[in-house]
């Protein structure tokens, strides 16, 4: 299962148009300005990819969906300088979701089809499991908030916090004592965890071994 980041810059530019007049004889100074916001850079440990190795096709329940064993990844931010931001996920493989209910169209993550083009499955990232690291941010320990409306208010994550497919809701960082707004990050360390869950063996009708992949972007939100 592969993990992708993305690089985004962020530019706030601004105009100074002072002018200084010292008689008929002054001509005007114009200046134009612009400041750039620190520039962050996301990373992910082993370049994002997650090896969750072979899992035997006789463990799958017959007539249930399996959850497969969860796997950790950690993230990284770097920024140039103190910048508000926070992070948000998109599913690559969204046309391969198994969906049926509306937290899997909303939060599962595609995991390819099989030959017979059965969507095979799909994985959650959740962003603050209860058996992951704290999270670290300017060498401080900190925790990981979420907002579900563009970062108009901000709520402690739990440990069934999860990522949504589509970049809906955005994940940042605070202090461990006020979780209404997020703090500026000059560098950032997270953990999060990766929990694949497939179909039914009779769904699947599996007749040989069947690989799955899936393929996240994560994208970087200056708040």
Known sequence: MKLRF?????YLPFTMLPFFTMGATSTNI???AAVEQ????????????????????SHLYTDTPSGLDTRSINMHITCTAPVVVGYSFQDDRQDTLDGGSADIQNYG???????????????????????????????????TIYSDNGGTQWQL???????SNSGS????????????RPLAVETAT???????????????????????EGLATLSLVYL
């Open 157 to 163: 994550a739990s440990s069934s916090t999860k990522a």
């Open 6 to 10: 993305s690089r985004f810059a962020c």
């Open 109 to 143: 993550f595609g995991i390819g089809l099989t030959p017979a083009q059965v969507h095979i499955g799909h994985f959650y990232l959740y962003v603050a499991d209860s058996g992951l690291p704290t999270p670290v941010v300017n060498n401080t320990p900190a925790r």
């Open 38 to 57: 620190g520039a962050c850079t996301p990373s992910l440990d082993n370049g994002g990819v997650l090896e969750f190795g072979d899992f035997p096709v």
């Open 190 to 212: 997270a953990t999060l965890s990766v929990h694949p869950v497939v179909q039914s063996l009779k769904t699947l009708a599996l007749t040989d071994d069947q690989p799955y």
């Open 30 to 32: 114009r200046i134009k």
């Open 169 to 180: 809701n955005i994940m940042a960082f605070s202090s461990t004592d006020d979780f209404s």
